[in-house]
């Protein structure tokens, strides 16, 4: 049976902003490939373990350049935005649901989740929540921010991207994300 690998972010819900945005890296078989990519990317860049709100602009935006030309990374980008919203956990499992419809295997398959800040009492919830909604879940896990892997670190990024993008807070940023939907690196769904 194939494994699913989700790892996810939020953004939007600290802030109360208009827009809550989740970030889901989709990964089938390359898991462990993509994960040191993205750690080499991350000392290349020189971003580092850094999350999107403490790097700074320029070595964020060259990460981002990065994993945006790495043909690897095309597809498993993805991201769901709920305007105006305060059910986060919904739009969480919601946005989780609509990454894994977006290109489902054609054969069996099961997913392990990995949401960053997930306490153990919403482990169970998100789990009951994406079994009802049709997705086949071994298990779901909540990342500590010690814990945070370069994938992790990756759902962070793009969650953080598509918020400043969507915010248009730069040019440089909203053409990277213009280009990223087109050439469909990254994924709304």
């Known amino acids: 049976m194939q494994k699913l690998y989700c790892y996810v972010d939020e953004t939007g819900q600290e802030s109360?902003?208009?827009?809550?945005?989740?970030?889901?890296?989709?990964?089938e078989?390359?898991?462990?490939?993509?994960?040191?990519?993205c750690e080499q990317l991350e000392q290349i860049s020189?971003?580092?373990?850094?999350?999107?709100g403490s790097a700074k602009?320029?070595?964020r935006m060259r990460f981002l350049r990065y994993v945006l030309a790495d043909d690897r990374?095309?597809?498993?980008?993805?991201?769901?935005?709920?305007?105006?919203?305060?059910?986060y956990d919904r739009s969480t499992i919601e946005g989780?649901?609509?990454?894994?419809?977006?290109?489902?295997?054609k054969e069996k398959f099961?997913?392990?989740?990995?949401?960053?800040?997930?306490s153990k009492t919403k482990r169970r919830e998100c789990a009951v929540g994406l079994r009802r909604m049709g997705v086949p879940v071994a298990k779901v896990r909540g990342i500590a921010k010690d814990e945070s892997n370069a994938l992790t670190?990756?759902?962070?990024?793009?969650?953080?991207?598509?918020?400043?993008?969507?915010k248009e807070c730069s040019t440089e940023i909203f053409t990277l994300y213009k280009r990223a939907l087109r050439e469909q690196v990254l994924i709304e769904v």
Do not use: C, M
């Open 46 to 52: 020189g971003k580092r373990k850094d999350k999107w």
């Open 110 to 118: 099961t997913t392990v989740i990995y949401v960053d800040g997930l």
């Open 153 to 166: 670190r990756l759902a962070d990024t793009i969650a953080g991207f598509v918020s400043d993008a969507i």
């Open 73 to 87: 990374f095309k597809g498993t980008l993805r991201y769901s935005i709920t305007p105006n919203t305060r059910e």
């Open 57 to 59: 602009h320029q070595r």
């Open 29 to 37: 078989k390359e898991r462990d490939q993509l994960l040191k990519v």
């Open 96 to 105: 989780i649901v609509s990454a894994i419809g977006w290109k489902k295997p």
């Open 16 to 27: 109360k902003s208009k827009n809550f945005i989740v970030s889901i890296i989709l990964i």
